[in-house]
């Protein structure tokens, strides 16, 4: 099953009052486990970044002076292909997708419908009620590293996203379950894989080699219990 870890970062909190995305990434998953196929862009917003975006994600307005606005085929275009039909993966998804339509709606785009988003707030909630749900707390809890994340950025936290959702969802034992599958030719019936197992190698030695082991086997332990059922294999 395909899904993708999605993330956004914008000018500011609230695209009804004009604020814009300016960077996007994606992470694309197969079984919950990253594929290592990505997409991250930036985006020219049309308007200055606020002073809280550069201080939370390092994004300054000369970054984004020459970066293709939204409207551009290397952005929207880009971005819809990679996401396809499949469902997204995003840490307060309802921000993210709000941003998203927002930009969808401009151009005069169909909205992404909230039914596709998976939220992992929802589900770091789920899984440990009262305990703080933010990403770098739910990374924290899981054991992922979040070195290097002292600005904040689409594509790095898409990334620590994927890692926090394959967690939330049974781990890796729980996408190995998914991602191994038996081809139909390799398909054998218990008993006969049994019978494959325990199937008896035929001796190579020779009739005479034999005798002479078994003389040898005798001359040291006379009377031994076994030598009753002792056969040569001829």
Not at 41 to 60: D, F, K, W
Not at 157 to 184: I, Q
């Amino acid at each position: 099953m395909r899904e993708v870890a999605f993330d956004t970062e914008t000018t500011g909190l609230d695209p009804k009052s004009g604020d814009r995305i300016v960077e996007l990434g994606c992470v694309e998953m197969i079984n919950r486990m990253p594929t290592g196929r990505e997409f991250q862009i930036y985006v020219n917003p049309g308007r200055p970044v606020s002073e809280a975006t550069v201080r939370i994600t390092g994004i300054t307005n000369e970054i984004l002076r020459n970066r293709p606005p939204f409207s551009h085929p290397d952005v929207v275009d880009r971005l819809m292909d990679f996401l396809g039909t499949d469902p997204i993966v995003a840490h307060n998804a309802e921000f993210d997708r709000m941003f998203l339509n927002s930009e969808l709606c401009l151009l005069g785009r169909s909205e992404v419908p909230k039914d596709r988003f998976i939220d992992t707030l929802v589900l770091a909630r789920q899984h440990r009620p009262g305990s703080p749900a933010s990403l770098d707390a739910v990374c924290k809890r899981f054991g992922v590293s979040i070195e290097g994340r002292e600005l904040h950025g689409a594509l790095k936290d898409a990334r620590l996203l994927s890692m926090v959702y394959l967690e939330l969802t049974g781990g890796r034992e729980h996408a190995f379950e998914f991602s191994y599958h038996v081809r139909p030719d390799q398909e054998r019936a218990p008993s006969e894989r049994r019978a494959q197992r325990h199937s008896k190698n035929r001796s190579r030695l020779t009739s005479d080699e034999a005798k002479a082991h078994q003389r040898f086997i005798e001359g040291m332990i006379p009377d031994a219990i076994w030598l009753s059922d002792y056969a040569v294999d001829r």
